[in-house]
């Protein structure tokens, strides 16, 4: 077999065989194939796409290229919730207590934070001694004792992708559908579970700035699951905004308390209540989403999810009694008011801005190299449908350094549309994808 027969074979838009990805795959990875030759057949993937079942085996394939980790050892009910990214994304940082207070367990890798986009290992980091379990048996022991199970991505996982992805980074190869699904469904089927529930994000601080793409993105991905037998469903959620109104680190875990105490943001518990209503149906224990938000109000009322939260925040290093004390996360020295220079409705609010804004003051990462400041980020006072009067305060920065505070309030006024008319409030779920 030749590598350019294959490049030939996929740039005339035909499927591969199974003998082919598989030497493509394995030669590559051995490096047995130089990234010129497989730049251009991420080139001709990119213009040419795959067929479903030519797709499901180069998936699996790339998930094959490392560690897979079951759980014959648990006998609970698992869900991998999976976001494409976004700006204020606490989701998984309250969802873990609330499926486990329904007897569910979760059992996910998850990512650190790049660019605009937060992620979940950097917000749990806040917490001071806080470890997540690096192994797979810690990963057992936590979700057996608490029912929340994260672990951070390893260079054992889908060693292929972090190949591949290094490659389509600097060959004009990511944006490709095929490409993005099956780099996130490798790694999803790296990690055993009842079901994945994909949250894709569309819009402005999304990867996916379109309805139609991430639409697309979503069948694909759905596709590949459940074509290798594992249950997947996805909701297209708006990303036009960020979600709630914390934006960094610390503040997002108190945001995600807060949730957990019946407080909270409207778009954050939308997407919440979506997202436990699809596990609860897959599970078989309700029909209806409004089955699944009473069972959702019961545990947050009788005080069981926040109970759990602390327990998982206990045995992973960190002392619970923060949940009672915000004083015991980390601090930002000051913070800055961002006012108003108009009055009128927030028709938008640039998310993809706002994640810079925080990035710059130190809340995220410019490249994967950096460190971040838990303490620091944005906390936004309007949302889109909100009425403003000129003066009135949009925003707080929580800063530490000065350095490009500046920056960081221009950011915020410029990403705030506010206009005479008020637009609709659209709802953040748009549809689900099964
Ligand atoms: N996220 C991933 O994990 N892979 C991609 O290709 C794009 C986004």
């Known amino acids: 077999m030749r590598i350019v027969d294959i490049i ?4 005339s838009g035909k499927s591969l065989e199974k003998s082919e990805i598989d030497f493509l795959l394995d030669e590559y990875l051995n490096n047995n194939i130089p990234d010129y030759q497989m730049s251009a057949y991420l080139m001709a993937v990119f213009f040419k796409g795959m067929t479903e079942d030519e797709l499901a085996y180069f998936t699996l394939k790339m998930r094959d ?7 014959p050892d648990i006998d609970k009910f698992l869900v991998d919730k999976h976001s494409t990214g976004g700006v204020g994304d606490k989701v998984t940082v309250i969802l873990g207590s609330l499926l486990a207070a329904l007897g569910m367990a979760t059992t996910k890798l998850s990512g650190k934070g790049l660019g605009h986009t937060g992620g979940t290992i950097d917000k749990f980091e806040s917490i001071k001694d806080f470890e997540f379990s690096s192994t797979r048996k810690e990963l057992v022991d936590i979700v057996n004792k608490t029912g929340v199970g994260i672990m951070g991505y390893s260079d054992t996982i889908v060693p ?13 190869t990511v944006n490709s559908i095929p490409l993005i699904a099956s780099s996130i469904m490798s790694k999803k089927l790296a990690i055993e579970s009842n079901i994945i529930i994909l949250d894709v994000k569309f819009g402005d601080g999304a990867f996916m700035k379109t309805v139609d793409d991430a639409r697309e993105l979503a069948r694909t991905m759905v596709k590949i699951g459940n074509n290798l037998g594992r249950k997947t469903v996805a909701l297209l959620t708006s990303m036009e905004e960020p979600l709630g109104s914390e934006v960094g680190n610390s ?5 995600g308390i807060e949730a957990l105490k019946g407080n909270w943001s409207d778009d954050v518990k939308e ?6 209503y699809l596990a609860l149906k897959e599970k078989g224990e309700v029909t209806t989403f409004e ?7 019961k545990v947050i009322e009788d005080g069981s999810a926040l109970a759990i939260f602390k327990e998982f925040i206990k045995e992973s290093g960190g002392k619970p009694e923060l949940v009672n004390n915000y004083s015991l996360l980390p601090t930002a020295k000051s913070f800055y008011e961002v006012k108003s220079i108009s009055t009128g409705y927030v028709n938008q609010i640039k998310a993809e801005e706002i994640g810079i804004a925080a990035m710059i003051i130190g809340a995220g990462r410019a490249t994967k190299e950096d460190l971040i400041d838990h303490a620091v980020g944005i906390t936004l006072h309007k949302k889109v449908g909100d009425y403003v009067k000129s003066g009135e305060l949009l925003a707080r920065i929580h800063f530490n350094d000065e350095k490009n505070l500046e920056n960081s309030r221009n950011m915020i006024l410029d990403a705030y549309k506010i206009q005479d008319s008020q637009i609709e409030k659209k709802k953040v779920v748009l549809e689900i994808v099964e």
Do not use: H, P
Not at 271 to 276: A, E, L, N
């Open 8 to 11: 030939e074979k996929k740039k």
């Open 160 to 172: 292929l992708d972090k190949k591949l992805y290094s490659l389509r980074d600097v060959t004009g």
């Open 65 to 71: 290229s490392g560690d897979v980790i079951s759980f």
């Open 291 to 297: 089955e699944a938000s009473f069972l959702l109000d």
């Open 271 to 276: 997407v919440v209540y979506y997202i436990t």
């Open 251 to 255: 503040n997002e875990i108190i945001e």
